[in-house]
């Protein structure tokens, strides 16, 4: 199941002293700014997005267990691959001490609009998916 996505993109240059503000070299404002605003229009409710200290979580809205979308630049050399994963990341969710819930189906339809989103932006290249157990 496709839970993270790397890619590589011109469009989303830090602000003006972010690369400092959550961890040295982290980024992600621009992009989850983006995000925020596209994910909507493909069926998926978001709240407010924030900083963390690996980069920006945008919430999703799920009635049976929270979600988020993360996102940041990786480490790299000129700083334009970034990485988007969807949490949680595992197809069952434990919920109490003796009970699951399915979260296929909510994961599967973040991950489907991530990849319109991503996939309909020419200044996106190199989309890449995979799941948490591989890299």
């Known amino acids: 199941m496709r839970t993270h996505v790397q890619f590589v993109s011109d469009a989303f240059p830090p602000y003006a002293g972010e690369q400092d503000d959550i961890n040295p070299g982290i980024w992600g404002k621009r992009l989850a700014e ?3 605003s596209q994910l909507p229009k493909h069926g998926v409710t978001t ?4 900083r963390e200290d690996w980069g920006w979580e945008i919430p999703i809205e799920n009635h049976a267990f929270p979600m988020f979308v993360g996102c940041s630049n990786q480490l790299e050399p000129n700083g334009n691959v970034f990485l988007c994963f969807i949490n949680p990341s595992r197809p069952r969710i ?5 009970r699951t819930v399915d979260a296929t189906k909510d994961i599967e339809r973040v991950a489907d609009a991530l990849n319109a989103i991503l996939e309909g ?3 996106i290249r190199e989309l890449r998916w995979w799941d948490e157990n591989e890299r």
């Open 94 to 98: 434990r919920k109490g001490p003796f």
């Open 47 to 50: 709240g407010q997005f924030h």
């Open 34 to 36: 983006f995000l925020a």
């Open 121 to 123: 932006n020419p200044e």
